[in-house]
């Protein structure tokens, strides 16, 4: 089967389409034929050199996202059975496992059913984005038309953060680097847009998607979640700041999944190339940052 890997962290090129052998199911794991994936900052991150998996050893094959059918299960894992479609996660920074390789083999509890009407190149863009989104809100713990802040707001991160606020009665703002990258925003869900810098002292809480210091935005005792490593700034108090990593939850996807096939989530259209096209489609994110790209089999 083809796996992306790469050996030793560099520049695009340190990318590898490779031939490896196709993995077994092992206790409550299931074996996906990948359709979609797509890249993620945190994909750039680790191929660079910034980030270094937890787990595992050289070579690594690189992918958070997955969209997939289903081929066989693992012992003890039978929610899921041979020919359904399935989104999920695998955590590379923390397992060392990715999915950019024909057949992934992941836990069942990390999986969710993928909803049958919506293209794959547009569902690969959910999971990963999703997940942090849904736990960066979760851990606001605010009650409802609380005022909220999200930077990178045009962001795959961002842009769900900010409907899931909206979802749960909050009033929300948006910030974005560029003018232009407020026509990207979901329509009708933010209150108010900033361009370039935050407000003071506006607002009860952040979701930092961008790693920009927003503490000048906060009312006090407002509370600070990043989801960017190294965030957030000395000038916020330990007490009122979280930093989210996201964690693999089949069980939220699930509500993800359903919220998409309501209408209630929207996401953007993307740029899709196949995975025999790696390096162009890496040099297309880089040259067009904020612009999701798909990779489809």
């Known amino acids: 089967m083809f796996a992306v890997q790469f050996d030793s962290p560099g520049d695009i090129d340190v990318l590898q389409l490779r031939d490896i052998p196709?993995?077994?199911?092992?206790?409550?794991?299931?074996?996906i034929a990948l359709e979609a994936s797509a890249i993620n900052p945190a994909d750039v991150k680790i191929r660079s050199g910034m980030i270094t998996p937890r787990q595992g050893n050289a070579p690594f094959t690189l992918g958070y996202d997955l969209v997939g059918t289903v081929r066989q299960t693992g012992p003890t894992?039978?929610?899921?059975?041979?020919?359904?479609?399935?989104?999920?996660?695998?955590?590379?920074?923390v397992t060392g496992t990715g999915t950019w390789s024909e057949f992934v083999c992941l836990r069942e509890?990390?999986?969710?059913?993928?909803p049958e009407d919506v293209d794959p190149a547009i569902l690969a863009q959910l999971p990963l984005p999703g997940l942090t989104a849904m736990q960066a809100v979760d851990a606001l713990q605010l009650p409802q038309r609380s005022e909220v802040l999200v930077s990178g707001a045009a962001g795959a991160v961002g842009r769900i953060a900010l409907q899931l606020l909206h979802l749960r009665g909050h009033r929300t703002h948006a910030l974005v680097r560029r003018a232009e990258q407020a026509e990207?925003?979901?329509?009708?869900?933010?209150e108010e847009v900033y361009i370039g810098?935050?407000?003071?002292?506006?607002?009860?809480?952040?979701?930092d998607a961008a790693g920009i210091d927003l503490s000048a935005a906060l009312r006090p005792g407002g509370h600070y979640v990043t989801v960017v490593p190294g965030s957030p700034p000395h000038s916020v108090s330990k007490d009122s700041?979280?930093?989210?990593?996201?964690?693999?939850?089949?069980?939220m996807l699930h509500t993800l999944a359903e919220l998409l096939t309501a209408g209630d989530l929207t996401l953007p259209d993307s740029t899709t190339f196949k995975f025999s096209e790696i390096e162009a489609a890496h040099?297309?994110?880089?040259?067009?940052?904020?612009?999701?790209?798909t990779l489809v089999v």
């Open 184 to 190: 990207l925003l979901p329509t009708g869900v933010a």
């Open 109 to 114: 509890t990390s999986l969710a059913g993928a």
């Open 22 to 31: 196709v993995p077994s199911p092992g206790e409550g794991e299931i074996l």
């Open 77 to 93: 894992a039978g929610r899921f059975l041979p020919g359904a479609r399935v989104i999920g996660v695998s955590t590379l920074a």
């Open 197 to 207: 810098s935050p407000p003071t002292s506006r607002v009860d809480a952040v979701i």
């Open 241 to 251: 700041a979280t930093l989210v990593i996201a964690h693999e939850s089949g069980a």
């Open 283 to 293: 040099r297309e994110y880089e040259r067009q940052l904020g612009r999701r790209i």
